[in-house]
């Protein structure tokens, strides 16, 4: 098993970002270097890196936000306006195919998690893509209702198929 180290993802890191993105999503869902850096600079930002013996292997893409705003494909990381968070965003996990089922989904998603937490969050919701709700549903995310018209739109920037899910914070979780 490689040496693993979690940290905060960087902007050095976004070209070894969009290799992973590519390799796990392919092109129907690569997002820009630029829409990344833009998100790095947000206040709200809280993304991960996984590296694995010094080389990045997979990302996750967060921010505190608040439940039922969705990120629209290609958008920004936007402080929620005139309220205080209370949703840990997951915008977008990637993992190299070929270190797929060794755990580092986790490695990334616990520690986000915690820190969600320990700053009050409540919520943690996410857009899941390409069947993942299953995977998704295993984590104790549920898919959510979105009864603004605006975040529906948002939502079906995803395509076919992409379902809002939220799960509750809980202590341990």
Sequence with gaps: M????VRPLQT???PALMAV??????DGFMESAEVFTRRLASPVNCSLALLADGQLCAYLA????????VTPLHGDFEPPAGTAPDTLYLHDMAVL???AGQGLAQALLKPLW???QQHGLRHTALVSVQGSQGYWARHGYAEHALQDAVQRQRLATYGEGATYMVRRLAPGH
Excluded: F, I, N, T
């Design 2 to 5: 490689p040496a693993l180290e």
């Design 97 to 99: 195919p070929s270190m």
């Design 62 to 69: 967060a921010y505190h936000s608040v439940q039922g705003k």
């Design 21 to 26: 993105q590519r390799a796990a999503y392919g």
């Design 12 to 14: 050095h890191d976004l």
């Design 114 to 116: 915690e820190r969600a």
